[in-house]
């Protein structure tokens, strides 16, 4: 049987190990992940997620702080509207954590961008506009384009010296979502570089209903492959979701797909930004501890552990602070949600809001606990210590895994004890 390794991604002459490590935000895919990534050969992801708070994180800057500041006055007011992005803050911040991370790359592979469409900030094109030139500027490789359906993303960059030479692509969950990109985007006469289709097992958001376990990555892939090789159209096609060994990947490789998209046993390497306590519950999570829900203000549904301290969670609205999900007129479905429940209970102090969460600050405060489906199998990836918790794991190893493994086989890492004596 084959491995990941007799195989190659192509960009134009760039051959890379066709691995790519997907983009989890907000920082869980962090610099770090994405640059070892790169350095063993395959593709990392940052995201660009609440990149202000990321910059404020990595490199001490206040661009949060001083927003916040600036818009103490609105903190109880329930309407919005007037909360806006500083647009030349965003692009610093953007630029302080592409441009720091390009610079540490080493090794042959590539760092990419994860630039989610749904995080509108109350000024949807601007904004994106804002975040994909100054990540062109500051020289990332390339930018996945994920979370929406992106019709007119590309024009807002056509101009950018970039525009031809970056590696740009776009996360599907169906071909009639790519049939309506490459449709919206002839005008710029630019297809995309990638087109990464994301299955109903993968973490974070979900391009699909709640219907979701109707769907089939494999069904997917290969519907998107034959439109392809129909239309004569050369895109590297990069399944994810679901793809937990080798030989999973080696599957899809052998049926015609460029690369895979990989994300959940990523999630308890020490590379990666949840913090230790969280990546054990990630350990622990049995089949039965994950759900898919709608508690996103963003309107799809996501993955998650039932056990996220955001679920049920009633702060206030954080908005002057974050407010990345305002749509264009400063409206987020959490505000709505959570108004409603001070409106049924006057005067109490603390509130519970079930339908919707703050996702902004839940998710910056590592409170929502998203994940893929198979994330109860990452138990049976590494060693169970003494003392109940179980060893994290670095991301070569599991990159190598991916990598050289066959007969979907998981290698497990060199206990800590046996590495200590
Ligand atoms: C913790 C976590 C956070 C994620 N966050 C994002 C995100 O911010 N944007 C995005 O496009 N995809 C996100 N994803 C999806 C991954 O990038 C990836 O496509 C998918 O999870 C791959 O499937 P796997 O996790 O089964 O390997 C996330 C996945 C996980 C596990």
């Not at 006055?73 to 441009?99: C, I, M, P, W, Y």
């Not at 508690?295 to 049920?312: H, V």
Request: hydrophobic share 40%; glycine share 8%; with cysteine.
């Amino acid at each position: 049987m084959k491995c990941v390794d007799d195989f190659r991604l192509r960009f134009g002459r760039t051959e890379l190990v066709p691995i790519m490590v997907g983009g989890m935000g907000v920082d869980i895919s962090t610099a770090e992940l994405a640059l070892e990534a790169a350095r063993l050969g395959g593709v990392g992801h940052i995201s660009d997620a609440l990149v202000p708070a990321v910059s404020d994180e990595r490199f001490k800057t206040r661009f949060v702080k001083e927003k916040a500041k600036l818009y103490k006055f609105n903190v109880t007011n329930s309407d919005k509207s007037q909360v806006h992005f500083d647009l030349g803050h965003l692009a610093e911040a953007t630029r302080n954590h592409v441009g720091k991370t390009m610079e540490a790359k080493r090794g042959t592979g590539m760092v990419f961008v994860n630039c989610m469409e749904k995080l509108t900030m109350n000024a949807p094109r601007e904004t994106l506009r804002v975040r994909l030139s100054s990540a062109l500027d500051a020289g990332i490789d390339g930018i996945t384009l994920s979370a929406g359906l992106h019709l007119g993303s590309f024009a807002l960059i056509e101009d950018h010296p970039r525009f031809r030479d970056a590696q740009l692509g776009i996360i599907v969950s169906s071909l009639r979502a790519l049939q309506l990109f490459l449709r919206k985007n002839a005008r710029v006469n630019r297809l995309p570089d990638f087109i990464v289709v994301e299955g109903p097992l993968a973490g974070g958001h979900l391009g699909f209903g709640m219907d979701w376990a109707r769907y089939d990555l494999r069904t997917i892939v290969n519907e998107i492959l034959a439109y392809l090789k129909a239309e004569h159209l050369d895109i590297p096609v990069i399944p994810a979701g679901g793809i937990f060994t080798g030989s999973d990947a080696v599957s899809f490789l052998e049926e015609g797909a460029a690369a895979i998209q990989v994300a959940t046993r990523f999630t308890v390497t020490h590379e990666c930004g949840l913090p230790e306590k969280v990546q054990q519950e990630y350990f622990k999570a049995s089949e039965s501890d994950i759900e898919v829900n709608t508690i996103s203000p963003t309107g799809y549904p996501m993955r998650m552990l039932k056990n996220s301290p955001a679920i049920g969670d009633g702060i206030r609205p954080n908005c002057e602070a974050y407010g990345y999900l305002l749509d264009g007129n400063g409206n987020c479905a959490y505000i709505t949600s959570y108004n409603r429940e001070v409106a049924l209970h006057p005067g109490a102090k603390k509130l519970s809001v079930m339908d919707k969460t703050c996702l902004c600050t839940q998710m910056r405060n590592f409170k929502c606990w998203t994940c893929g489906q198979l994330t109860y199998r990452l138990k049976d990836t590494t060693n169970k210590q003494a003392d109940g918790t179980y060893q994290l794991l670095s991301a070569e190893h599991v990159f190598h895994d991916y990598q050289y493994s066959r007969d979907y086989k998981i290698a497990l890492p060199e206990s800590i004890l046996a590495l200590a004596s």
